[in-house]
């Protein structure tokens, strides 16, 4: 039976450290309880909201009035199928899905090595990096409706695109995920593994919590170097700023509030738009 907490602290649980209590907190080890979890918010007529590693998302200070659903211990099997094949649960991290890859000298995952974020949470987003995406190596999908109905997507059906999938508008749950990787050599894609986190290291601002990068790239720019050309590098708005580092990203230089970071946003895009017509849009989802 799922367990519930009350009053617990979302700035426990995201890498913003950000936000207030959840009315109810549950971290459900399987399928059944997740429904459970499910079923408990809409028999008391509250909403509820799929969490991983909290990497990607921004809570009121005032905390969320509803079921917060955090998929992650628990859930995190994964297991090599037929030849070049992944079988993973969605709780997993894609640094340990990513080094489980390396070790079967399965080659494709090395772009996830390195995003902070579990498996359910980059299929929701089609997450990416260093030219590598989710789609690109994804078969399928099992997933959950609101009504506990169970079903397996194709990388067609699941209509991955730039950060946004069929998960996200049908607000679906992801349970597991099935992979076609390439084979390799394990040296090989350990090397390029920490060739990616070392340029990571490099040109992210790692060192300060943040929700990685804060908007989506507008086409045919980088909304890093329109920050920048806006004159907003190390801009602050109490402790949100926008890093000295990487202009992409806004960070928690201490105790940072999400009024903080929504104005910060705001102030942002209202100075972009000014200057080069250009409307950003947050990649971080803001829960209101």
């Not at 408990?40 to 909201?49: D, R």
């Not at 929701?124 to 990096?129: K, L, S, V």
């Not at 329109?226 to 806004?250: M, N, P, T, W």
């Amino acid at each position: 039976m799922i367990q519930l907490k009350e009053g617990e602290l979302l700035s426990n649980h995201t890498t913003f450290r950000i936000g207030g209590a959840a009315k109810y907190f549950a971290v459900p080890k399987n399928e059944e309880e997740i429904m459970e979890a499910v079923d408990f918010a809409i028999v008391k007529g509250l909403p509820h909201y799929i969490l991983g590693k909290g990497s990607n998302v921004l809570f009121p200070d005032e905390g969320y009035s509803g079921v917060v659903i955090e998929i992650g211990a628990g859930m995190e099997k994964v297991e090599r199928i037929g030849d070049t094949g992944i079988r993973a649960q969605a709780g997993v991290s894609l640094s340990s899905l990513a080094a489980f890859a390396a070790r079967e000298g399965l080659a494709g995952l090395e772009f996830a090595g390195g995003i902070p974020g579990t498996l359910g949470g980059a299929v929701t987003m089609n997450a990416g990096a260093y030219g590598g995406e989710m789609k690109d190596v994804i078969v399928s999908a099992k997933v959950m409706d609101e009504d506990g109905g169970v079903k397996v997507l194709s990388c067609d059906e699941l209509e991955l695109g730039y950060r946004t999938s069929i998960v996200q508008k049908k607000q679906l749950i992801v349970l597991e995920a099935e992979f076609s990787l390439q084979p390799g050599e394990t040296k090989a894609i350990q090397s390029t593994m920490k060739e990616l986190n070392a340029k990571r290291r490099e040109k992210q601002p790692l060192e300060y919590p943040s929700a990685g990068s804060t908007f989506k790239r507008p086409e045919g720019y980088f909304a890093g170097k329109l920050i920048e050309d806006a004159g907003l590098r190390g801009y602050r708005v109490g402790d949100a700023q926008v890093s000295e580092k990487h202009c992409g990203f806004v960070v928690n230089r201490g105790k940072a509030t999400c009024a903080e970071v929504l104005q910060l946003i705001e102030e942002v895009q209202k100075k972009v738009k000014e200057q080069f017509g250009v409307q950003l849009e947050p990649e971080v989802r803001i829960i209101r």
